[in-house]
């Protein structure tokens, strides 16, 4: 685990994983501009340094990063401590690393598979389990947990994946009822297809028709909806189309359309 620290501080910092690309790095610098600490989560310690030391540069505020990889390590719980140590608390956790792979269920290693509810699943649920009690004690934070338009029904090609974002939409939904009137807001944000590495890394390819979101929009419309205490949001420009499908076309032929 090597955490970087710029400067000692004692505040309220904004935890992002996977803020070495795509959603997360847009979140890191939407909060940047707000001048809200951060800390910043991936493997890649070189893109979390440069962008740290970017927005630091830029925005004057405190930027720490830790590389590490969550669907692996076993130092997770170990985290909240040695944060404390060094003085920061966090108050707004997002919860955006993940992956998927694109392919049938037999073409994808049952590592791959295996890390994907590592790390989709499991490290969002250690890192909500870790922070939220103390967001609990001070009656206020905020976790925002990054699923998808796929957690709402079974892709073929992407079960894992699909699967794994299932769970982020329920857990999170729970959690927020469980926790209504406690000061802590919880949003589960789902996009449609995203312009980021994503796609390619999952292995599947890029679709002509498809008008892919920015990042920048995606971020934006994911805080609107927390401002506006919304607890789901469907987010990026499909989404009217989205939520129509959802509600109207019964789930068999969905999948057969996203098939
Ligand atoms: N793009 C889309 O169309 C789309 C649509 C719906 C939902 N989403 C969701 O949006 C979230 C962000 O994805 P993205 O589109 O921004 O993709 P991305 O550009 O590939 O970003 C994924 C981030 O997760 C980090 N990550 C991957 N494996 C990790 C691990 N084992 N440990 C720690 N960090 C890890 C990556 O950083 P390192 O490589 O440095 O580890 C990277 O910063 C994901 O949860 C994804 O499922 C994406």
Redo the contacts with the bound molecule.
């Keep these: 685990m090597t955490l970087v620290s710029k400067m000692t501080a004692i505040m309220s910092y904004a935890l992002i ?8 790095e847009a979140f890191a610098r939407n909060f940047a501009a707000k001048k809200k600490p951060l800390l910043l ?4 310690e070189g ?1 979390l340094r440069s962008l740290a030391e970017e927005l630091h540069n830029k925005e004057g505020i405190d930027v720490r990063i830790l590389a ?4 692996r390590s076993k130092e997770l719980p170990f985290l909240p401590s040695k944060l404390q140590q060094m003085g920061i608390t966090v108050d707004v956790l997002i919860n ?5 792979k694109y392919g049938k269920d037999m073409d994808i290693s049952y590592e791959d598979d295996l ?1 994907m509810v590592n ?2 699943c499991r490290a969002l649920l250690a890192l909500t389990k870790l922070f939220l009690p103390d967001m609990l004690r001070a009656k206020k934070g905020a976790i925002i947990n ?1 699923a ?2 796929l957690g709402f029904f079974p892709l073929p090609k992407m079960a894992t994946y699909s699967a794994t974002k299932s769970f982020v939409v329920s857990y999170t939904e729970a959690l927020a009822k469980e926790y209504k009137d406690s000061g802590v807001k919880f949003l589960c944000s789902c ?4 312009d ?4 390619e ?1 999952a292995g599947s390819k890029r679709f002509d028709s498809i008008n892919y979101e920015t ?1 920048e929009r995606i971020v934006e419309e994911t805080l609107a909806a927390l401002k506006s205490n919304k607890t789901m949001a469907i987010v990026g420009k499909q989404k009217f189309w989205d939520k129509i499908a959802l509600s109207i076309l019964p789930r068999w032929l969905f999948i057969e359309l996203m098939s």
Excluded at 41 to 44: A, L
């Design positions: 994983t996977g803020a070495s690309s795509g959603i997360g989560i991936g493997r890649n893109k590490i990889d969550l669907a955006n690393a993940g992956f998927g890390n790390l989709n990054i998808s338009i996009p449609g297809f995203v980021t590495p994503f796609h890394r990042t």
